[in-house]
C-alpha cells in the first residue's frame, strides 16, 4: 500500500471525514484489520479563512505549497487537499512537487461523465461558484455544463458554510434554504447538483435533493484509495 498526503484542517470537520471515509474503504477492501497509510498536515483554519476573505490568494498558494513539500518529504506517495476552494492554486502544488495531486474536480467530473450527465448545478464557497478554476476545468476538460446559483443564493450558500458548517453546527432552516436551491437548480435542467464545498456534505443527503447528488469529499477519498491501492 502507497500513502495518501492530505492537506488538511479546512476545516478539521471535513478533514476527519476525510479520514473516516478512506480508512473505511480500505477497511471494506482489504479486510478488517487494515487501516490506510496516510500523512496529514492540518492547518490553522482561523488563518486560511482570514487570507480568504481579504483576497491574500499569494499568501495562501505559499502556505498550500509548504504543505505539500512537506508530505512529500515525509513520505507521502500522493497528495489530496481536503477542501475545493483551495483548489484555486492547485496547479502551483503540483508544480511545486514531484508526487502526483489528485485534483477534486477532475475525480467529480470523471463521477459525472460515468453517469452521462451534461449539466449539473454547483454548490460551494463564493470562490468556488464565482470564479474559474472550478467549474472552468469540468466545462473545459470534461465538457459538463455548470450551473451556480443567483448572486444572492450564493450569498446565503457562502454564509451557511462559514457561519455554521466549518463549525459542525447543523441547522433545520439552512438545509431548507439549500433544498430551495437545489429544486431552482433542476427547474433549469440540471441533472445532478455537485456538493462542491467538503462540509456540505454535513447538511445535505441524497434525501434533501430533488436530483442526484455529487458528494466531492467521498468521490474525492474514493479517488486518492484507488491511487493508493493501485
Known amino acids: 500500500m502507497k500513502t495518501i498526503g492530505l492537506i488538511g484542517g479546512m476545516s478539521w470537520e471535513s478533514s476527519a471525514e476525510y479520514y473516516r471515509i478512506i480508512n473505511e474503504i480500505v477497511k471494506n477492501q482489504l479486510g478488517d484489520l487494515h487501516s490506510c497509510k496516510s500523512i496529514m498536515y492540518s492547518v490553522d483554519f482561523a488563518e486560511i479563512e482570514k487570507l480568504q476573505h481579504d483576497g491574500k490568494w499569494n499568501e495562501l498558494t505559499s502556505i498550500m505549497i509548504k504543505a505539500a513539500q512537506s508530505l512529500e518529504s515525509a513520505g507521502a506517495d500522493n497528495l489530496i487537499i481536503c477542501t475545493n ?22 475525480a467529480t467530473g470523471e463521477c459525472i461523465n460515468k453517469k452521462g450527465y451534461k449539466k449539473v448545478g454547483l454548490l460551494g464557497t463564493k470562490f468556488t461558484m464565482g470564479e474559474e478554476f472550478y467549474r472552468g476545468r469540468l466545462e473545459e476538460k470534461f465538457g459538463i455544463e455548470v450551473l451556480v446559483p443567483s448572486e444572492e443564493d450564493q450569498k446565503v450558500v ?14 433545520e ?28 456534505p454535513l447538511l445535505i443527503k441524497q434525501e434533501d ?22
Do not use: W
Open 158 to 171: 457562502h454564509k451557511i458554510i462559514y457561519d455554521e458548517l466549518v463549525k459542525g453546527v447543523i441547522n
Open 209 to 230: 435533493s430533488s436530483i442526484e447528488i455529487f458528494d466531492t469529499t467521498m468521490i474525492h477519498a474514493k479517488a486518492a484509495v484507488e491511487s493508493v491501492l493501485r
Open 173 to 200: 432552516q439552512s438545509r431548507k434554504e439549500y433544498k430551495n436551491i437545489i429544486d431552482k437548480f433542476r427547474s433549469q435542467g440540471a441533472e445532478g447538483v455537485i456538493l462542491g464545498c467538503t462540509e456540505i
Open 85 to 106: 476552494t483551495m483548489h484555486k492554486m492547485a496547479n502551483e502544488v503540483q508544480e511545486s512537487v514531484r508526487v502526483p495531486l489528485i485534483h477534486i474536480a477532475d
